[in-house]
């Protein structure tokens, strides 16, 4: 009796798993469906949850470990157990397991298509896929909140007066910062903790995580975490992938490693210091698209941004939202 109903409950985990499979299909399939543009380009650029780098030196030199607990569960019911099906993510970063197409980048963009709430309708769809993950595109609606986010590859002389502004305006934004940005601007990394910022991993060496290895892309966070950590004692919990590029298999390593993807719900033509919108051209796009939820994707090398940034700062609490500290 024993042995059947060891039998039972290993055959009930193996359709388990395909259900589960057939899930993932579905959701990599359906992703083709949310409406694409073209990437901005980023240039190369309050409480931290406390197990942070716990997590990160846990994984240690060996970088396979990232997902090799995905399928523990799973134990030695299943191997005992003949069956075609395997875990959603291998062991071996060489494999996909049973997660289709989890290494094809997603190609994907905010857009310009937005609901009667004015929320951009591409990251809505995106959130639905891929919020397992721990990846934000945009935040739920009815929040009553909008999210302030820079890209930090260098620094363009701007910083300060955009730190200056958050600081008179009494808003918290995040900071994703580079290796370079951190070693050269010691300074304002520190001024950007001390008044209640979050900084955030925009890598190491600006690796675009869908065009290298998972490790090379692991290890390219790592590097960054470890470093402020050591430099400022500060633990970064928050990453955002060069060029926003992504794959279902580069959210789930970011996620083992303790990790949040930030996306954004909002970005616009910024980042190129020599192709600058007007003052009045920047702060028509950037309230243009005020919505619930929103992430808003702003550069910091911006000249236009920095003088804009009051007045929006102005317009998005005048629609009546609050602009949040990283919460999410």
């Given at each position: 009796?024993?042995?059947?109903?060891?039998?039972?409950?290993?055959?009930?985990?193996?359709?388990?798993?395909?259900?589960?499979?057939?899930?993932?299909?579905?959701?990599?399939?359906?992703s083709s469906?949310?409406?694409?543009?073209?990437?901005?380009?980023?240039?190369?650029?309050?409480s931290?949850?406390?197990?942070?780098?716990?997590?990160?030196?846990?994984?240690?030199?060996?970088?396979?470990?990232?997902?090799?607990?995905?399928?523990?569960d799973?134990?030695?019911?299943?191997?005992?157990?003949?069956?075609?099906?395997?875990p959603?993510?291998?062991?071996?970063?060489?494999?996909?397991?049973?997660?289709?197409g989890?290494?094809?980048?997603?190609?994907?963009?905010?857009?310009?298509q937005?609901?009667?709430?004015?929320?951009?309708?591409?990251?809505?769809?995106?959130?639905?896929?891929?919020?397992?993950y721990?990846?934000?595109?945009?935040?739920?609606?009815?929040?009553?909140?909008?999210?302030?986010?820079?890209?930090?590859?260098?620094?363009?002389?701007?910083?300060?007066?955009?730190?200056?502004?958050?600081?008179?305006?009494?808003?918290?934004?995040?900071?994703?910062?580079?290796?370079?940005?951190?070693?050269?601007?010691?300074?304002?990394?520190?001024?950007?903790?001390?008044?209640?910022?979050?900084?955030?991993?925009?890598?190491?060496?600006?690796?675009?995580?869908?065009?290298?290895?998972?490790?090379?892309?692991?290890?390219?966070?790592?590097?960054?975490?470890?470093?402020?950590?050591?430099?400022?004692?500060?633990?970064?919990?928050?990453?955002?992938?060069?060029?926003?590029?992504?794959?279902?298999?580069?959210?789930?390593?970011?996620?083992?490693?303790?990790?949040?993807?930030?996306?954004?719900?909002?970005?616009?033509?910024?980042?190129?210091?020599?192709?600058?919108?007007?003052?009045?051209?920047?702060?028509?796009?950037?309230?243009?698209?005020?919505?619930?939820?929103?992430?808003?994707?702003?550069?910091?090398?911006?000249?236009?941004?920095?003088?804009?940034?009051?007045?929006?700062?102005?317009?998005?609490?005048?629609?009546?939202?609050?602009?949040?500290?990283?919460?999410?």
């Amino acid at each position: 009796m024993k042995a059947l109903i060891s039998t039972m409950m290993a055959l009930a985990l193996v359709f388990s798993m395909a259900a589960c499979t057939n899930r993932n299909s579905e959701v990599s399939s359906s992703s083709s469906s949310v409406p694409s543009s073209s990437l901005p380009s980023s240039e190369p650029s309050s409480s931290v949850p406390p197990s942070s780098s716990d997590r990160m030196d846990d994984l240690g030199d060996d970088v396979s470990d990232v997902v090799s607990d995905v399928a523990s569960d799973v134990g030695d019911t299943v191997s005992r157990v003949e069956s075609a099906i395997t875990p959603t993510i291998s062991t071996d970063f060489e494999k996909i397991g049973a997660l289709q197409g989890a290494s094809e980048p997603v190609k994907w963009g905010p857009g310009i298509q937005v609901d009667e709430h004015n929320r951009t309708t591409a990251p809505v769809q995106l959130q639905e896929l891929y919020g397992s993950y721990n990846a934000y595109f945009i935040a739920p609606e009815g929040c009553g909140k909008l999210y302030l986010t820079f890209d930090e590859g260098y620094e363009n002389g701007y910083t300060p007066a955009i730190l200056d502004v958050l600081k008179e305006k009494n808003v918290s934004a995040v900071f994703f910062i580079t290796m370079p940005f951190a070693k050269s601007q010691p300074e304002l990394v520190q001024r950007m903790i001390d008044e209640g910022h979050v900084v955030g991993n925009h890598t190491n060496r600006h690796l675009v995580p869908t065009e290298v290895s998972l490790e090379q892309a692991y290890q390219d966070i790592k590097e960054l975490h470890d470093y402020v950590k050591e430099n400022f004692n500060y633990e970064m919990y928050l990453y955002r992938p060069p060029t926003g590029a992504f794959s279902e298999l580069s959210l789930a390593m970011v996620q083992k490693t303790g990790y949040h993807t930030v996306l954004w719900s909002f970005a616009y033509a910024d980042w190129d210091p020599d192709k600058q919108p007007s003052y009045e051209e920047g702060l028509a796009r950037t309230t243009k698209f005020i919505h619930e939820g929103a992430i808003y994707l702003l550069h910091a090398v911006s000249k236009t941004n920095a003088e804009i940034l009051p007045a929006l700062i102005d317009e998005i609490r005048q629609q009546g939202l609050e602009i949040a500290k990283w919460d999410l």
